[in-house]
């Protein structure tokens, strides 16, 4: 039986929840990068670093391959960059609400407290 196509997307996001994954993932927007690179760009430790690439791999979000004596990762397609640049918008416009709201309490007269 297929999975359903939310349980697809759930595991998705269950995937990208991960702060290691998405600085990877935003790290590899650039281009194509070794292992190594991503490591020391990330600032973790190169077995932390293989483990998350290898859930990345596992879930289609990047590809590897060999170059020389290294592993070179890249994003697998586009609409990855653009899922992540969405979720950068939103996130912004989210924080701008919140700032807005923010603002408003800061200048509202304070109220007090009943009984």
């Known amino acids: 039986m297929p999975v359903p196509l939310y349980q697809a997307k759930a595991d998705m996001f269950r995937t990208l929840g991960h702060p290691v994954r998405i600085r990877v993932l935003e790290l590899l927007q650039q281009g194509p990068l070794a292992v190594r690179d991503l490591a020391a760009a990330a600032e973790v430790e ?41 979720a950068r918008r939103l996130l912004s416009e989210l924080i701008a609400d919140q700032n807005g709201l923010l603002a408003e309490l800061q200048q509202s007269p304070h109220q007090p407290r009943p009984g």
């Open 46 to 86: 190169s077995s932390t670093m293989s483990q998350q690439l290898s859930v990345l791999r596992m879930a289609g979000l990047v590809t590897a391959t060999r170059d020389g004596g290294s592993v070179v990762y890249s994003l697998s397609r586009g609409e990855v960059a653009e899922l992540l640049r969405a």
